[in-house]
């Protein structure tokens, strides 16, 4: 059987925490076929090796090439940090048809410039995407004047994951993280939201943040740059299917994702079982 050149855009991601770039990715680019894979039995990625994140999402990238995406955006920090590259630089160019993996972490850092004036920011994010440093790397590409400070915040996946972003833990750890990241420069102006979790432990990060600092949330920038680079390439935006349909796949009991995934998506999200 001959498969169909056209296809859905493929957004993957270590858990839910994509869910949220996934949403503002819609809300931009509704009428596009979308498949989300959420590779919710092995999570969390953020304290796993290099090699293991690699070896994990190239594996469910090449499910979703699989399932007909010409197009996979890693809406995941560890794995656009620890794969991301090497995806691209060696999978990609043996791969049988034309394909194109795109990651979070660019368009972030391409665009930080335009909120800082002190040109001191810092990087909220899992130990694994602060230990690859690719928040300074990138940064640096595009503003070598700017300076950047990470903190590492190992208790805050699971703080979402486990639905206890209300507890007097989540205050502790979250202001633990935000005021360890504010020592590190008083000139600190801006903060970045580094993993696709954080988003929903936004309302405990500002509270304990000054008010003159700009928190950025990754979902809005990612959506408005991949916008941006379909009209860019128009050869790949030919080839992927409008029909506004949405399907959702998870490696866990897809009971256990629809109930968090929802929270996660802002509505109802029905998903399949799948194995990668």
Not at 37 to 65: I, M
Request: hydrophobic share 35%.
């Amino acid at each position: 059987m001959v498969k169909s050149k056209f296809g859905p855009i493929g957004v993957f991601d270590s858990g839910y925490g994509g869910l949220t770039v996934f949403k503002e990715i819609v809300r931009l680019l509704p009428d596009y076929n979308y498949i989300y894979l959420g590779d919710n039995a092995r999570v969390p990625y953020g304290t796993r090796t290099f090699e293991t994140v690699y070896q994990y999402t190239w594996q469910c990238t090449r499910t979703l090439f699989e399932m007909d995406c010409p197009l996979v955006i890693l809406a995941c920090n560890t794995a656009s940090a620890k794969a991301l590259r090497t995806i691209q630089m060696t999978n990609l160019p043996i791969y049988p048809e034309p394909k194109k993996v795109l990651g979070v972490i660019r368009p972030t850092t391409e665009r930080i410039g335009e909120f800082t004036k002190t040109k001191h920011v810092g990087i909220l994010a899992t130990p694994g995407t602060v230990k690859s440093e690719s928040y300074r790397i990138e940064i640096e590409k595009f503003f070598p004047e700017i300076s950047v400070y990470q903190e590492a915040c190992p208790m805050w996946v699971s703080l979402v994951e486990n639905n206890e972003i209300d507890t007097a833990g989540a205050s502790y750890f979250v202001k633990k993280h935000v005021d360890q990241l504010l020592k590190q420069s008083p000139h600190i102006d801006t903060i970045i939201l580094a993993c696709t979790h954080y988003p929903l432990l936004y309302p405990l990060i500002r509270k304990f943040t000054p008010p003159n600092v700009t928190i950025i949330e990754q979902g809005e920038l990612v959506a408005k740059s991949l916008k941006d680079y379909l009209e860019r390439h128009q050869e790949l935006d030919s080839i992927l299917t409008k029909e506004s349909t949405k399907k959702f796949y998870t490696t866990e009991n897809p009971s256990i994702f629809n109930e968090k995934g929802g929270i996660f998506f802002g509505k109802e999200v029905l998903s399949t079982q799948i194995f990668v």
